[in-house]
């Protein structure tokens, strides 16, 4: 795995931090993803886990962070604000780093998610950690490992669920049910920018599929254009981004998507 020391250092203080103060927190997504791949990111999202299915636990941790974090020597990070969602139960902790670049880390309620109608935006219900994996786009991006045990025993044990790390050395994009693109057609783009960024990546044959099917049944224009306009800033902000554009142009997605 390949993590940069300075993301070490941090995820440590952040698992000895939630273990004090009783947050269970896991880091999952592209960093954990990034690193299997040999990729240093600074894409650092955290989970946060509840008992209580009322309780916003990944806002009231990223607050309890933006409080505490300055009395962490050595890392040398100045907290500056926390952006919250409260309808999500997710939140955005900007810090600065020594060399004055803005940094953030996310921060989620372990939830699941009910699409009450196609490309809608979902109704969220707290839940378990497991749970919120089960929501996310693809296999390889439900990686993750636990930050209360990372800071315990100081080794990382990537935890599985979703035959994720199958999915990686195969270099296969897999959803994780046959209604992934139709409850969110943004998974559309998202994917074929993974695609492009990642050498010899594909879909599965299934995914492929139920990809296929998709854009054939247009789903894409069940997004709202703010939604379409936020996934199309992540476009933009890709190296290759030029390939990706000419691709979405090709599927007849980026008509739909401007």
């Given at each position: 795995?390949?993590i940069?020391?300075?993301?070490?250092?941090?995820?440590?203080?952040?698992?000895?931090?939630a273990?004090?103060?009783?947050?269970?927190?896991?880091v999952?997504?592209?960093?954990?993803?990034?690193a299997?791949?040999?990729?240093?990111?600074?894409?650092?999202?955290?989970a946060?886990?509840?008992?209580?299915?009322?309780?916003?636990?990944?806002?009231?941790?990223?607050?309890?962070?933006?409080?505490?974090?300055?009395?962490?020597?050595?890392?040398?990070?100045?907290?500056?604000?926390v952006?919250k969602?409260?309808?999500?139960g997710?939140?955005?902790?900007?810090?600065?780093e020594?060399?004055?670049?803005?940094?953030?880390?996310?921060?989620?309620?372990?939830?699941?998610?009910?699409?009450?109608?196609?490309?809608?935006?979902?109704?969220?219900?707290?839940?378990?950690?497991?749970?919120?994996?089960?929501?996310?786009?693809?296999?390889?991006?439900?990686?993750?490992?636990?930050?209360?045990?990372?800071?315990?025993?100081?080794?990382?044990?990537?935890?599985?669920?979703?035959?994720?790390?199958?999915?990686?050395?195969?270099?296969?994009l897999?959803?994780?049910?046959?209604?992934?693109f139709?409850?969110?057609?943004?998974r559309?783009?998202?994917?074929?920018?993974?695609?492009?960024?990642?050498?010899g990546?594909?879909?599965?044959?299934?995914?492929?599929?139920?990809?296929?099917?998709?854009?054939?049944?247009?789903?894409?224009?069940?997004?709202?254009?703010?939604?379409?306009?936020?996934?199309?800033?992540?476009?933009?902000?890709?190296?290759?981004?030029?390939?990706?554009?000419?691709?979405?142009?090709?599927l007849?997605l980026?008509?739909?998507?401007?």
């Open positions: 795995m390949k940069n020391p300075h993301i070490q250092e941090l995820l440590f203080a952040l698992g000895q931090m273990t004090n103060a009783g947050f269970k927190c896991f999952v997504g592209g960093l954990v993803r990034d299997l791949l040999g990729i240093e990111s600074k894409d650092i999202d955290i946060v886990e509840s008992n209580d299915t009322a309780a916003p636990v990944g806002i009231e941790f990223a607050e309890f962070i933006f409080d505490n974090l300055t009395n962490i020597s050595g890392l040398n990070v100045i907290p500056k604000r952006d969602f409260k309808r999500y997710t939140a955005r902790l900007f810090y600065e020594a060399a004055n670049e803005l940094v953030c880390i996310d921060f989620v309620t372990c939830r699941t998610e009910i699409y009450e109608t196609l490309g809608a935006r979902p109704k969220v219900i707290f839940s378990s950690f497991k749970d919120d994996l089960r929501r996310r786009d693809f296999s390889v991006n439900t990686l993750g490992f636990s930050l209360n045990d990372f800071c315990l025993t100081k080794e990382i044990k990537i935890l599985d669920y979703c035959n994720g790390v199958h999915d990686l050395k195969n270099k296969e897999n959803v994780l049910h046959d209604k992934s139709a409850d969110d057609a943004t559309l783009i998202r994917g074929i920018r993974y695609i492009s960024r990642f050498d990546f594909h879909f599965g044959l299934v995914t492929q599929k139920l990809f296929d099917e998709a854009v054939k049944n247009k789903y894409l224009q069940n997004i709202s254009k703010e939604r379409l306009d936020e996934e199309m800033k992540k476009v933009h902000a890709e190296k290759d981004a030029d390939r990706i554009l000419q691709k979405l142009n090709e007849g980026l008509v739909e998507s401007r």
